[in-house]
């Protein structure tokens, strides 16, 4: 099992940018895909933005498309969530997650890092 430490959040405000991290150990990002997802205050978790690993395939969440990029490290088995123009209601905590190339569902999570927009 990949092992997940995110970093890079903190207090920000709107229109600015942050990087979050996603290290990675005990095994390389190769065969996964690995994505972030964010849960703001009395709302459930959602989607932001992941990479299938080896092709360097994106998606985006539809709210963070031409704002945010995510990229990986394969030499640091880094991935890193770029975050530009942030608004308020990108505020949350944002995970990074995994889940292998055949299965349906990220099972694998960090503890998660803070990200907060002020108006």
């Known amino acids: 099992q990949v092992q997940l430490v995110e970093s890079g959040g903190g207090f920000v405000q709107t229109g600015g940018s942050l990087r979050l991290s996603c290290a990675a150990s005990?095994?390389?990002?190769?065969?996964?895909?690995v994505a972030w997802f964010r849960q703001a205050p009395g709302k459930e978790r959602e989607f932001v933005a992941s990479?299938?690993?080896?092709?360097?395939?994106?998606y985006y969440a539809t709210s963070v498309q031409g704002r945010f990029t995510i990229s990986g490290d394969n030499a640091k088995n880094m991935v890193y969530l770029q975050m530009n123009r942030l608004k308020p209601e990108d505020t949350a905590v944002y995970y990074c997650?995994?889940?292998?190339?055949?299965?349906?569902?990220?099972?694998?999570w960090g503890q998660g890092t803070q990200v907060t927009v002020s108006s």
């Open positions: 005990g095994r390389t990002f190769s065969n996964y895909y």
């Open positions: 990479i299938k690993w080896s092709v360097s395939v994106t």
């Open positions: 997650a995994t889940r292998g190339l055949l299965q349906n569902a990220y099972n694998n």
